[in-house]
């Protein structure tokens, strides 16, 4: 009787476990977290700001264990790419680019319970949280490099669309460089969108020809084509976004880094950590390392400009 008595509450005991093994698996599942990621119109491989994107994803998926998927509008239907994601279940939907905001905010409008997260446009709605960052802090750098540096006088800036976000780089490096330098000529070009190389090659062409010696381009996939013209025409260029010195390896002097990887990663973290706030519009720069440059190459600074840009980098730019 006692083994057989033993043997039932071996039985039950051995049930019970394999019970809490279950739930405490099935807690487990509902853990885990996924984001649905809205790359721009221009897709992965724009080795800018959609690939930036998804390396803070990956990092995330790789350290944290938040997976994610993604979707590409390379045919414009912001709307539909969205609601595929709000279907899969995702926990956040991200859309990418000020493009994606009225899609963002018509989803989010129908679908209330939903987090969705904007980068680089800022909206009202209480289920979106607006991410921006302060991209003239960066570009304040920049400028100051082409101010210090330019043996003609005369730099460029080429951006892709005229919207508050590419104005605010144009801001930034402006300053920067008449800061430094205030006898020079900056020339201003907008190529209308972010994916015509060949009209971004074209405006670097006229920029040099008309005396510019650095040029930098804030125009996405587009601005590839004006670092590589200005390589070609044997001037310095700056990269944006991320580092995009191997597009340009005999022109690009340093590249401005907006550090969307890094801002995706720590808002992947706060949804695991469930800290992240909803509804809330975070601006990142400097002080937070959510921009700055990519290492200084093919040229040499002086120790005095080199004082002055790591004195305007602890002041936070042009502040």
């Known amino acids: 009787m006692q083994k057989k008595t033993l043997f039932i509450w071996m039985i039950g005991l051995s049930l019970l476990l394999s019970a809490c ?10 853990e885990k977290k996924t984001i649905g990621l809205l790359v721009t119109d221009s897709g992965l491989g724009d080795n800018s700001f959609s690939d930036s994107a998804l390396q803070g994803l990956e990092r995330a998926r790789d350290e944290l264990g938040v997976f994610f998927n993604y979707k590409e509008p390379l045919t414009g239907n912001y709307v539909g790419y969205l609601e595929d994601l709000v279907k899969e279940g995702h926990d956040l939907i991200v859309g990418l680019g000020f493009e994606s905001q009225e899609a963002v905010e018509e989803m989010a409008k129908k679908y209330p319970d939903q987090k969705f997260l904007l980068i680089d446009a800022v909206s009202s709605q209480p289920n979106v949280t607006s991410l921006t960052f302060k991209e003239d802090e960066g570009s304040y750098l920049i400028g100051l490099i082409a101010g210090m540096r330019t043996e003609s006088n005369h730099v460029g800036f080429i951006g ?3 919207i508050p976000v590419v104005k605010n780089f144009e801001k930034g490096f402006k300053e920067g460089v008449q800061n430094a330098n205030p006898d020079a000529t900056i020339s201003v070009d907008y190529i209308g969108d972010f994916d015509n190389d060949d009209k971004a090659a074209e405006l670097a062409e006229k920029q040099i020809a008309d005396g510019a010696d650095h040029i930098f381009p804030v125009a996405g996939y587009a601005g590839v084509g004006a670092l590589k013209e200005s390589q070609k025409q044997g001037v ?16 690009i002097v340093t590249s401005m880094m907006k550090r969307i990887d890094v801002a995706l990663f720590d808002i992947a973290k706060q949804l695991k950590e469930s800290s992240f706030e909803q509804g809330k519009h975070i601006q990142l720069g400097l002080k937070e390392e959510a921009v700055g440059l990519a290492p200084i190459r093919i040229i040499k600074l002086t120790n005095p400009q080199r004082d002055t840009l790591e004195e305007a980098m602890k002041k936070g730019g042009n502040e």
């Open 21 to 30: 093994s279950q739930v405490s698996q099935s807690s487990k599942a509902e």
């Open 160 to 162: 892709g669309m005229d």
């Open 236 to 251: 310095y260029s700056f990269g944006v976004d991320s580092d995009q010195y191997f597009l340009a390896e005999e022109s």
